[in-house]
C-alpha cells in the first residue's frame, strides 16, 4: 500500500443489474467498493454482492496460473505448456473421432464478458463442434425461441418498460432477490414502487409469495408448471372482450388464429389445475385492458418449467393483443448502443436457427447453434460413434447448474479429456486435465454488449481496467484468441487465411473492436473524426456512463426482412397446445398422492453457483433450506430446523426445513447453486457452508419439449423427515 489511493468507476458485473460502483484503490489494492451516486442509470444502486468482487479478487483459492490434474494433485504448469498440451489433444481427439467428439459447455457469466462475447465465437467456429451446450437451455431459452419464431430474431428480447406502465404483472421472477433479468434495471425495488405510487399496480404471480410479492399491490399463487393455463384463460377474456393491438396492427399476422384459439381456453376449466380462480384471471384480464400502459413480463419461473416455450409465446401475444407491445409503458425492445442484432460493425450475432441437426441420441433439435444442457449427459455417457470425448467449459458450473447434476458429474467423470477456463477449482472444474485461469472480473476492462439489450433505459458505460496485468495474467479474451490461433495453425498452418484472420482479431484486442463497434452504431461518431457521436474516447472522458434516453417504439423497423410481420401465432408453438391439453385437461393433478412439486429460489446474498467463497456474503445461518407450507410440514410432521430428505426419480438430497405461510401448499422450494460438498473441490469458505444440490433432484428428461429447456419448476418430488427415512430403512 503507498497510502494514496485513488477512484476508479466502474460496471459491476456480477448480476444484470448492472450496477456503477466507485472502487478505492491503492497500488493493486482494492480499499472499497462502493455505489456511484452519479453513474447515469444505477445513480448509487448496489446490492450486497458489489463488495464481494473485492472478495473475488483477493480470494486465495482463486487460480493465478494454469494448472494440470496429476491424479489428485494439481501442479501449477506455464501458459505455453497449457496452451500446447490442450491444443494437441482437442486436436488428437477430434483427428480420430471427428470435431463433434469435443463438446463445450458456455456459463453465465459469459454474457457479462466482452472479451469472452467477442472472441468466444471465433473459437467456437475454429473449433468446429456441434455438441455445444450453455446455460441458455437452463434459463431463457423459450424466450429466445419466441422471439425467433415471433420477431424473426432470438436477441429481440422484449423488455417491460417498468418505469412508464401502470399496470406491470411479473410471472415467476423475483427481482428483489435477481435484481432483474431480461430486465436491466438497478433499483428495481424503487421503480417498482413508483408505479404504485403513480396509481398503477403491480402483481406477482408465483407458487411462493416471494420478496417481490411483498412490495407488490397483488400476489397470485399459483400452481408451479400451469402458467401456460393461466395465460390462456387471460387471453380468453381479453378476446372475448375485445382486442386492440393499436399502432403495430399492421405489422402483425395471424390475429384471427389467435382470436379463433383463445375460446377453446376459458378459465373456469383450468382453476382447478392452476390453482388460480377463474374470478381472479377475470378481474386481472380486465384490470390489465383497462391499464393505460400495461405489460406482461416472465421470466425464470416461467421460462424453466414443463411448458416454458408456451408461456413466453403467451406473454407476447397477451402484450400485443392489450396494444402494450412496441409502445411506451409496454414491452418494448431496447435500441443499444452497439445492436449486435444488426449486421454494423461486423457483431452480427445471428438471427437464430432451428433444428439444423439434432441431439445423438434423443433426437432434440438445436437452436441458435447448440443443443439443450439436459442431453449433455447423456450424449458423453453413450457410447457408440459421436459420443463426447472431451469437454471444453467456459465460465460454467454444469455440475451444479443442469439437470441431473449426478449424472452430469458422472459424464465428466467418464471423459478422455476435459478443460476450463475458470479461476476455481470447483464441482465441474475438478474434472479437468487442464484449468486456465482467466484474471478476476474487476482487473479487466467492461463492456456490457449483451445486457444493454435488455436495459430499461437505453445506456452505455465503459469501465477501463484499474489494474495493468501482471507477468502470466491472461484474460478470458486472450485465453481464447491464443486457443484460436493456436488450433488454427496446427489446423490449417501459418499461412492459412484461418490462422491469419485469428492473428489479425488477436492482435486488434477488444478496445478496437469495441471503438469500431459503437462508431457505427446507431449513437456513432462514425468513421468521420471531426464527426459528434459515440467512440471509445467519448465513453472514457463518461466515467459514469451514458443516458440516451427512454426506450423507443422500434416495430416494424427492427423486423429482420426476411421474417416479415410479427407472427402472432407460429404453427410451432400452437401446435404444443395439444401437448399441453393431454398434460393437463382431463388429468387431474400434476403431482402423485402424497408428492410435493419442487421449485427453486434465488438469494440476494448469493449467485448461482459460484459466489459462496465469500465470507461476507456466506456469514448468518445456512441459506440452503427445505421451504414448506405449515400445512403440509403438519401433514408430514415436520418442524422447522428439522432435517429432512426429498428424493426425486434421479436422486435425493438432505437440507434442513423452513416452515412458512409464504410456500403455497403442496410445494417446496430449494435455493439452487449449492452442493459444495464434493470431493476435490477447492474452495474453502463454499465448503464449510455445503448445502446441497436441487439440480440432484431436477431430472434431464423433466423438459419443455418445446424448446429443450431444462424444467427445474414443478417436479414431484417425495418428501420424509429423515427420522423417517431411518426407521424405514
Ligand atoms: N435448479 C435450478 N438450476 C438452475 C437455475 C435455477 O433457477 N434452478 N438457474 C439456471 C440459470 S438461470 C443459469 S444462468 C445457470 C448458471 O449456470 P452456469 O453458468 O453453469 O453456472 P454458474 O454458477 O454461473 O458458474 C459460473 C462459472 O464461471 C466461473 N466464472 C465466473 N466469472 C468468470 C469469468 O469472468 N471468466 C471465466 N472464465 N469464468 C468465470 C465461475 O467460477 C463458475 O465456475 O444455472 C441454471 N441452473
Ligand atoms: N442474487 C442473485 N441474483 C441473480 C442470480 C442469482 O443466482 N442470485 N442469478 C442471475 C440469473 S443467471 C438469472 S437468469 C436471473 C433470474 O432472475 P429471476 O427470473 O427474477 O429469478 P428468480 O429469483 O429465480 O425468480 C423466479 C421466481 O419464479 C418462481 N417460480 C418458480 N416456479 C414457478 C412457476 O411454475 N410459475 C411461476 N409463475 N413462478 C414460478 C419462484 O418462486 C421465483 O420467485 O437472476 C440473476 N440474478
Ligand atoms: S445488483 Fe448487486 S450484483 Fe447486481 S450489478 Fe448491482 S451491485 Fe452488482
Ligand atoms: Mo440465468
Redesign the pocket.
Known sequence: MSGKTSTHYRTCNL??AMCGVEVEIDGDEVVSIRGDEQDVFSRGHV?P?ATALKDLYEDPDRLKQPVRRVGNRWEPISWDEAFEEVVDRVQQIQEEHGRDAVGVYLG?PNAHNFGTLVFGPPFLRTLGSKNRFS?TSC??LPLMLASYFMFGHQLLFPVPDVDRTDFMML?????L?????IMAAPGIKKRLEAIGKRGGKVVV????R?E?ARVANEHVF?Q????ALFLLGMLHEVCAAGIDLGRISGSVKNVDRILELAKAYPPEESEAITGVAAMTVKRLARELRAAPKGVLYG????CT?EFGGLCMWLINVLNAVTGNLDEPGGSMFSSPAIDVRGTVGGFGAGRGSYGRWKSRVRGFPEFGGELPASVMAEEMLTEGEGRIRAMITLAGNPVLSTPNGSQVDQGYASLDYAVSIDFFINETSRHANIILPPVSPIQRSHYDLALYLTAVRNVTKYSSAPFALKDGELDDWQILTELTCRLAARRHGKLSKQYLTARATQVAGPERVLDLGLRLGAYGKRLNPLGTGLSLGKLRKNPHGIDLGPMQSTLPEALPEKHGPVDLAPDLFVEDLGRLRARFLGAASTASDGQLLL??????????SWMHNSKRLMKGKSRCTVMINPDDADRLGVKSGDMVTLSSRVGKVEAPAEVTGDMMAGVV?LPH?FGHGRDGVQLSVATDHPGVSINDLTDEQHIDLLSGNAAF??LPVTLRTTAQVAAAE
Open positions: 448480476c444484470e446490492c454482492k453465465n446455460a434459463d431463457q410471472i415467476g421472477a423475483n427481482p432477490a435477481s435484481n432483474g433479468s404471480v408465483d407458487p411462493r416471494c417481490t399459483i408451479p408448471g400451469t402458467d421470466r425464470v419461473g416461467a418449467q421449485i427453486g429460489r434465488r438469494q440476494l446474498r448469493s449467485n448461482n422450494s447453486g419448476s414443478g
